[in-house]
């Protein structure tokens, strides 16, 4: 199972990789929405946790081609900003978000999330 990681601030990014490696999954770690749209685009990914404020492509960019993709439409995706205003958080479930989280947010927390996500969503992953 493996999830696609895009934070354009490089101590989230490797706090991101941290986080969601100890809770089992292999992790790819990306910049930006155009570097892991590049990435995506050739070696998919199962679930996303996708930033929303980054240069080159933002989350909500990225989550529109994922959404627009034949072969990734499908994939669970998980945004976080550090924005906590509703209207973000509007616009990134009507973009297609399955789940949102604020920073700063709870290693636990998101773990959990991640395991909600693989079991509501793909129909598997370990049962509560
Ligand atoms: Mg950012």
Known sequence: M???VVDDDE??????REIISEAGYEVSAHANG??????LSVEGADMAVLDVNMPELDG???LRKIRTSERLRGMPV??????????????GYETGADDY???????E???AR?????RRILGRGTAP
Do not use: G, H, M, N
């Open 2 to 4: 493996k999830v696609l």
């Open 11 to 16: 101590i989230f990014r490797a706090l991101l």
């Open 34 to 39: 155009q570097l892991a749209w590049e990435y």
């Open 60 to 62: 909500l960019s990225l």
């Open 78 to 91: 998980l945004l976080l900003t550090i924005k906590a205003f509703v209207e973000d958080q509007v616009a």
């Open 101 to 107: 989280l604020t920073k700063p947010f709870s290693a």
């Open 109 to 111: 927390v998101l773990a």
């Open 114 to 118: 991640l395991k909600t996500l693989e």
